[in-house]
């Protein structure tokens, strides 16, 4: 069974590096034709798909986060990584990672549980 379980710090704060680590197991993140994606929810707003990055490595951002996101991937460990440089109070969110069925399609058929990261000083 595919499971995905999203990782990393709680509280950044501003202006700091917002680091987050996706591991998954029940599959490989290398299988086509699949997409390994970020999603975040704010409070009172809709679920914003932030990137992802491909089974074949290549990556997709959100252009509203203006070059801020770095998505990267471990292999060897089956894991994937979001990076949002220069936090900002707005970045605080549920942080989402989940597996797109094809990329681009934006189907989420697996999601990790979500993890809760607030920007505050």
């Known amino acids: 069974q595919v499971q995905l379980q999203e990782s990393g710090p709680g509280l950044v704060k501003p202006s700091q590096m917002l680091s987050l680590t996706c591991t998954v197991s029940?599959?490989?993140?290398?299988?086509?034709?699949?997409?390994w994606t970020w999603l975040r929810q704010a409070p009172g707003k809709a679920l914003e798909r932030l990137g992802a990055i491909n089974y074949d490595g290549t990556t997709f951002y959100d252009p509203t986060l203006q070059s801020r996101a770095s998505i990267s991937r471990d292999t060897s460990k089956n894991q994937f990584s979001l990076q949002l440089t220069s936090a900002i109070p707005e970045d605080t969110a549920v942080y989402y990672c989940?597996?797109?069925?094809?990329?681009?399609?934006?189907?989420?058929?697996?999601w990790g549980q979500g993890t809760q990261v607030t920007v505050s000083s």
């Open positions: 029940g599959t490989n993140i290398t299988t086509i034709y699949y997409a």
């Open positions: 989940a597996r797109d069925m094809q990329i681009g399609l934006q189907q989420y058929d697996y």
